[in-house]
């Protein structure tokens, strides 16, 4: 299983824009498992998580893998992997925008609506097209203009998050030359990849950092989790 994810990992994970630095954030702790009304697959402290939007990104995922070649060696366990791994990332974006809206970082609707008109996905004869964008969220997301907007400005809360934690991130000289000598670079080269172990330093220490951040909210925020709870429900119905 572990090397069919990271075999499709990039296809699991092709719901989402590219993160400011590649990498999944561990640490969120165990979600709380509760009852609900089903029409919501989860819940951050007060918000809600559609379970129809959860379904739509779960079946885009699928339908990614196998457009790959990934049918054959997608079982029952293999959708429930793909189930929960969507959710946590979805858990995990509403985590960082709250976050990020605490410490009042703000995205304009100038930022949303550039990145909408320079999506290509959007485009029609290599410009972007009102009609073509309002067509390909429905079809990929079953998502209205309003509700897709408001998505990629909480994505993009997230990723102002992650860029204000990674500005944050020094590398003193000694540091560089300690990791540099933890991960057996050879002393005559030091000069010439310093700067390339100092970035190297600066992400370890901002995954670090990222990480401990998140564990601290999810000791201060409830993270409801209905998944289990409907997937029985699905299956006593089935």
């Not at 989402?16 to 609900?36: E, Q």
């Not at 985590?95 to 320079?118: G, H, N, P, R, T």
């Not at 408001?150 to 000694?174: H, V």
């Not at 010439?192 to 901002?206: D, G």
């Amino acid at each position: 299983m572990i090397s069919f994810l990271n075999k499709h990992k990039k296809i699991i994970f092709g719901f989402t824009v590219v993160i400011f630095v590649i990498g999944v954030f561990f640490g969120l702790g165990a979600y709380v498992f509760s009852w609900g009304d089903y029409s919501s697959v989860a819940q951050v402290g007060k918000t809600k998580i559609p379970y129809e939007t959860f379904r739509t990104q779960v079946n885009r995922v699928m339908k990614n893998m196998r457009e790959q070649g990934a049918e054959s060696e997608i079982s029952a366990v293999m959708e429930k992997t793909v189930n929960r791994e969507v959710l946590r990332e979805m858990i995990m974006e509403e985590v960082l925008a709250q976050e990020a809206a605490k410490l009042k970082l703000y995205v304009s609707d100038f930022e949303v609506a550039a990145e909408i008109q320079s999506t290509p996905q959007f485009f029609m004869e290599k410009s972007f097209h009102p009609a073509v964008y309002v067509r390909t969220i429905w079809d990929n997301f079953r998502m209205t203009p309003s509700q897709y907007e408001e998505w990629r400005r909480k994505a993009r809360m997230g990723n102002k998050l992650k860029q204000f934690i990674y500005s944050a991130m020094k590398a003193a000289p000694d540091e560089i030359k300690d990791f540099y000598a933890e991960n057996k670079g050879k002393p005559g080269e030091f000069e010439k990849k310093k700067e390339e172990y100092a970035q190297k330093l600066r992400q370890k220490n901002f995954m670090e950092a990222a990480n401990y951040m998140l564990r601290q909210t999810a000791m201060k925020t409830e993270i409801k989790s209905y998944l289990e709870q409907i997937e029985k429900r699905a299956g006593g119905e089935a």
